[in-house]
């Protein structure tokens, strides 16, 4: 049974995820993935915007916000395990993904592992480089940081990078909302996950292999995953757009969220709309057997191969812009060499 509402508890691995859940049950899906050491809130304003149209979910990553730290060493590997076991024990078979900078990393891992899980992928304000050996001494000294100056320290010393200059005029509300992400973040986890970040691969020889479509974000002043970044990993992902966002730094999203959120929106409106073109389409070949019930199963299976020939067709003819994500269908297209199809698995995606 779906639960929904805020700071919503679920077992994942060997911890309490701690999650937002809104919108419609059955509109598609949009899982957002925080930066570090920030958590689910700063994704607030883009749920807003989303929960009408789509079921939108945003959840503290391992050891940030709610969620339980864990006893194990964090890595990116073991933050993109959790998001397959959280989508597992939400039961979200395929889901839209945006991740920014640490989220970022989790997302292009997730995508590279497991890529028949999502059908849109939104990497904002994130790189696909692993560190350079000068960022990994950074990430080191920061831990000595913490140790001897605290959290306060390590936040005042971050915003600073995070926002764009012209941020600290306009967004006092969001720069003090950080900070408080930042000091709720625990000593131990602040280490755990620079150490995970430190030791990341690299995702860019990956990125050719992305098959969805890709949506790029980055802020104009972003000064730690900068827009050139954005545009190498644009010119990596054949079917990828990219929008640098004006007036933002870093957190972009939260900066220039009017901005942000309509290119997010106009995205995932039209990847959905090719996806409804398509179930319309199926559905209207399939209605009649399907919703009358006292057609034999077997007779519609029977019938499948041929008809799913038919959906092809009509894919080819009006909706050619859609070609390449058939392969992607969980069903197999028939060929004349290899009839064989699972009827059911299709009757599920109705
Ligand atoms: C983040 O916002 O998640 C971090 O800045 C990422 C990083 O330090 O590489």
Known sequence: MRQTGNNIKIPVNDINVSYNDEGPKKAPVIIFLHGFPLNKSMWDNQVEKLKDNYRVIAYDIRGHGDTDLGAIDFSIDLFAQDLMCFMDALKIEKTMLCGLSMGGYIALNAIENHPNRFSALILSDTNCTADSLEAKENRMKTIVGVKENGVEKLADGLIPKLFAPQSF??????????????????????????????????????????????????????????????????????????????????????????????????????????????????????????????????????????????????????????????????????????????????????
């Open 169 to 350: 005029k306009t967004n006092s509300e969001e720069i003090a909302a950080v900070k408080e992400m930042i000091m709720k973040t625990s000593k131990q986890s602040l280490y755990n996950s620079l150490h995970a970040m430190a030791n990341r691969k690299e995702t860019c020889s990956k990125l050719p292999k992305i098959k969805v479509p890709v949506l790029i974000l980055v802020g104009k002043e972003d000064k730690i995953t900068p827009p050139e970044a954005a545009k190498a990993m644009h010119e990596k992902i054949k079917n990828s757009a990219l929008h640098i966002i004006s007036n933002a730094g870093h957190l972009s999203n939260m900066e220039n969220p009017v901005e942000f959120n309509s290119q997010l929106k106009k995205f995932i409106d039209s990847v959905n709309q090719h996806t409804n073109k398509l179930h319309k389409e199926i559905r209207s070949v399939f209605e009649e057997q399907i919703t009358n019930k006292k057609v034999n199963f077997a007779q519609i299976e029977n019938d499948f191969n041929s008809r799913i020939m038919e959906i092809t067709m009509i894919i080819k003819d009006k909706y050619p812009e859609l070609l390449k994500y058939l392969d992607e269908m969980p069903i197999t297209i028939p060929t004349e060499k290899k009839s064989g199809n699972n009827a059911k698995k299709f009757k599920r995606l109705l």
